[in-house]
């Protein structure tokens, strides 16, 4: 585990050097094309339960109706977003989560605090370790796949943790995001909510 945090600390920071000229073209696409501020933030769960912000850059617009309330999200979603999200540049900001320790580069996506009464006990190990950046299930599938699918690669990943599996996942994703598989569940812009499991996903799944 030592050594998995070196390596998340190590590989962050020097993506973000490597990435830091593309940076400020970027940021100001976004507040071009979505407003202020360009990041977007939001509450997840982290190891053991504990609550984080997690760090994005913003892929959708403020638009709001009449009432005051967000519009859904394919309404806000904008084109430049899109290139975002697929390209998964939304995603750079993160890395400075994972050198301040609130994630992994690879591990099960941390999710919204709303969920936590909602996972079966298999399920509610995802949060035995620090969520990634990526993990077995953004490659297996992404937003394609079901929660019951998501959580069961979740738990099938810390079941068989090593290096070598984070480099293959990593190495993966880096095909997955060049051919934007996945990004969005049919029907909807992004994911669906999750609103408990309808079976406990305990099947193990082919790594």
Request: glycine share 6%; aromatic share 12%.
């Amino acid at each position: 585990m030592r050594f998995k945090r070196f390596f998340d600390v190590t590989v962050s920071v020097a993506v973000l050097v490597l990435l830091s000229p593309l940076f400020v073209p970027v940021l100001i696409a976004v507040a071009y094309f979505h407003g202020r501020p360009v990041f977007f933030t939001q509450e997840r769960v982290g190891r053991y339960g504990q609550p984080f912000h997690i760090l994005k850059l913003r892929s959708m617009t403020d638009e709001r109706d009449e009432h005051g309330n967000l519009l859904p999200d394919d309404q806000r979603m904008t084109t430049f977003g899109s290139i975002l999200r697929k390209s998964s540049l939304d995603e750079l900001p993160a890395l400075i989560n994972v050198i301040k320790g609130d994630m992994s580069l690879v591990g099960p996506r941390p999710l919204l605090n709303d969920y936590h009464d909602l996972y079966t006990p298999d399920q509610y190990r995802r949060h035995d370790i620090r969520g990634g950046i990526t993990g077995l299930a953004q490659v297996k599938g992404r937003n394609s796949l079901s929660w019951e699918e998501k959580f069961a690669y979740d738990i099938e990943y810390i079941d068989n943790m090593s290096f070598w599996l984070d480099l293959k996942i990593m190495w993966w994703t880096v095909f997955k995001v060049a051919a934007s598989e996945g990004i969005a569940q049919e029907g909807v812009a992004t994911a669906e909510r999750f609103e408990g499991s309808r079976r406990p996903a305990r099947r193990r799944l082919r790594i």
